[in-house]
T-cell receptor
Framework: GAVVSQHPSRVICKSGTSVKIECRSLDFQATTMFWYRQFPKQSLMLMATSNEGSKATYEQGVEKDKFLINHASLTLSTLTVTSAHPEDSSFYIC???????????FGDGTRLSIL | AQSVTQPDIHITVSEGASLELRCNYSYGATPYLFWYVQSPGQGLQLLLKYFSGDTLVQGIKGFEAEFKRSQSSFNLRKPSVHWSDAAEYFCAVDARRADKLIFGTGTRLQVFP
């Protein structure tokens, strides 16, 4: 149980394009989803917390107009990297949690490469 | 501010040897504590968690962890390591009020045959 699917697993695109990443909880309803960014050989950095039906809460230093997050249903959240540039290249990981006293369950991540 | 420290960046053990990965946290009260494992290029898998109760927690893949309040520690152990255990291990703390996970910097485990 507690499976989180993240798609796509890898994206390569040109600078200036927008990229959408999907995060789905397959066998549970996720009231909260989280988006992380991970640089090579480093830990996870929380970008934003998303509650279903509400605006996402962004961490300090994360541009909300750059990283658009939508959590329209209890099983789906999307992260859109708008007008992506090479410095946005990274590994993006989502997680989903059913209720606040339960652990987060992670997707397999998306490797984003901007040329 | 809450923080999580994993003092060992890289650990190498022989297959069959015992393992202990260290984790210390800084927080005023008892947080929720987690260990996750990450294989290269993949997401994180939950190994075990501590919320309350018995301070020795059993997880998947033969791992266990012990919460020691006096030492603010939550060390991960395994009595006999398998080659498939080679991965990156992250300790994480949920500071409850902040309602988000704070991760340690990770410990990379290498296993030699």
């Amino acid at each position: 149980g507690a499976v989180v699917s993240q798609h796509p697993s890898r994206v390569i695109c040109k600078s200036g394009t927008s990229v959408k990443i999907e995060c789905r909880s397959l066998d549970f309803q996720a009231t909260t989803m989280f988006w992380y960014r991970q640089f090579p050989k480093q830990s996870l950095m929380l970008m934003a917390t998303s509650n279903e039906g509400s605006k996402a809460t962004y961490e300090q230093g994360v541009e909300k107009d750059k990283f658009l997050i939508n959590h329209a249903s209890l099983t789906l959240s999307t992260l859109t990297v708008t007008s992506a540039h090479p410095e946005d290249s990274s590994f993006y990981i989502c997680s989903a949690r059913q209720v606040s006293n339960q652990p987060q369950h992670f997707g397999d991540g998306t490797r984003l490469s901007i040329l | 501010a809450q923080s999580v420290t994993q003092p060992d960046i890289h650990i190498t053990v022989s297959e069959g040897a015992s393992l202990e990965l260290r984790c210390n946290y800084s927080y005023g009260a008892t947080p929720y504590l987690f260990w996750y494992v990450q294989s290269p290029g993949q997401g994180l898998q939950l190994l075990l968690k501590y919320f309350s109760g018995d301070t020795l927690v059993q997880g998947i893949k033969g791992f266990e962890a012990e919460f020691k309040r006096s030492q603010s520690s939550f060390n991960l152990r395994k009595p006999s390591v398998h080659w498939s255990d080679a991965a990156e291990y992250f300790c994480a703390v949920d500071a409850r009020r902040a309602d988000k996970l704070i991760f340690g910097t990770g410990t990379r485990l290498q296993v030699f045959p």
